[in-house]
């Protein structure tokens, strides 16, 4: 009951510092897009155990390739970059200053806690591995997954640094703006897939990297400066809907919007023609359903929860593998296997098994998180000192995780 009331306390005192005009739906849809990228990684990520007592990476997607369609809802990226674009107009628009301090600024924000992260776990691995004795292909493996969500942050200061020419492009073109660059990813995917696929350059595919994830937030952009309306949106949900379908069904692109181990082809990284396909009907959804998601968004005990997610969105991000990893870990190095967590994820008692350790990694995040969180405020009271030696660390981890050492 005391916690219940807290609780109820809580949800009062955020609602009553709510600003009237703040846009619940946008903060809502970005919540829900930042919460997929923990559940997908934890729900379809997994474990093996080498007789060393080594973990490696495994997903259940190879022996259930049914479970591809849950990717499709759990893959929110585009979502993500929409509701960026979306917030980035409005944010530019308010901004008195120069173009380059509204960039810094946002850039710090994502910066601070990537470099938190790294930095930490650059400390970290010479003590597992010295002190606690952690074999290094578990440390490979564990660095690959903290690094694998941060490929993101990079991408996302990139598009927000074109925010400027975004805005010209929406103000011209409209929803339109976006057209260009799915034409784009369409003509990068046929060089590499269609008939003269072996004689393209394997580096063909970073191509799609740009256009890929700015089409969303473009679309974003365009919606935030009014350029958007219902009869777009039903254009980009039906329209989607019906370019993922035929690529699916015509042109053997892989079910899965997250790559699966053993796979030639994968659809995420970088982005093909589905992931596009996939954004615009998740985008033309998202922009029908805003209001009905604002109205729903003005109950006190739902708004609680997403200012808290968002206020927290760098931590969920760059820190989620962290706590699946705290508990992987040390059940390889001294309990061994363990279904759900440890074990080729190749069974349904597997599955069930996952989905009975998900509130234990989010009760891992929420722990670690009281700690990690202040990374994302300004580092007021860090020397240069400090400073440097976080970025030398950061960029050993990342020398590390990419496997250049």
Request: include cysteine; proline fraction near 6%; aromatic fraction near 10%.
């Amino acid at each position: 009951m005391k916690t219940l009331r807290s609780m109820h306390r809580m949800a009062a005192t955020i609602e009553a510092r709510t600003p009237a005009h703040r846009d619940r739906a946008i903060d809502g849809v970005r919540a829900l897009a930042l919460l997929a990228v923990p559940t997908g990684h934890w729900l379809l990520g997994g474990f093996t155990r080498s007789a060393d007592g080594a973990i490696h990476n495994a997903s259940p997607l190879s022996a259930f390739g049914g479970l591809a369609p849950v990717s499709w809802i759990l893959q929110m990226l585009g979502i993500f970059f929409l509701v960026g674009g979306y917030a980035s107009v409005l944010s530019f628009r308010r901004h008195q200053g120069s173009t380059r301090a509204w960039l810094g600024g946002r850039i710090a924000r994502l910066g601070r806690p990537v470099l938190g992260v790294t930095a930490v776990w650059a400390a970290l691995l010479p003590l597992l591995h010295y002190g606690l004795g952690v074999p290094s292909d578990t440390l490979r493996t564990a660095s690959t997954l903290v690094v694998q969500p941060l490929w993101f942050v990079g991408v996302y200061v990139v598009v927000t640094a074109l925010t400027p020419y975004c805005v010209r492009a929406a103000r011209r073109l409209g929803a339109w703006a976006a057209a260009p660059l799915l034409g784009s990813v369409a003509v990068v995917d046929l060089l590499r897939y269609g008939p003269y696929a072996d004689a393209m350059p394997s580096w063909l595919s970073v191509l799609n990297i740009l256009p890929g994830w700015l089409f969303a937030y473009q679309l974003g952009v365009s919606w935030g400066e009014g350029r958007v309306g219902r009869r777009h949106a039903w254009g980009l949900l039906l329209g989607g809907a019906a370019l993922f379908a035929a690529l699916l069904v015509w042109f053997g692109y892989p079910a899965s919007m997250v790559g699966v181990p053993g796979e030639a082809r994968t659809n995420s990284h970088p982005p093909s023609l589905l992931v596009l396909a996939l954004a615009a009907a998740q985008s033309g959804a998202a922009i029908l359903l805003r209001e009905r998601f604002g109205r729903l968004l003005k109950r006190p005990a739902l708004w609680a929860p997403v200012v808290v997610i968002n206020l927290s969105a760098m931590t969920i991000l760059c820190w989620h593998q962290t706590a699946m990893l705290a508990a992987a870990i040390p059940t390889a190095s001294y309990a061994g296997e363990l279904t759900g967590l440890v074990g080729a994820p190749d069974s349904v008692t597997w599955i069930l098994a996952r989905l009975a350790w998900m509130p234990v990694f989010a009760g891992l995040l929420v722990l670690i998180g009281r700690y990690a969180r202040g990374f994302e405020s300004p580092w007021t009271r860090t020397g240069t000192v400090r400073r440097a030696v976080a970025g030398v660390l950061a960029a050993g981890f990342a020398v590390f995780a990419l496997g250049l050492a």
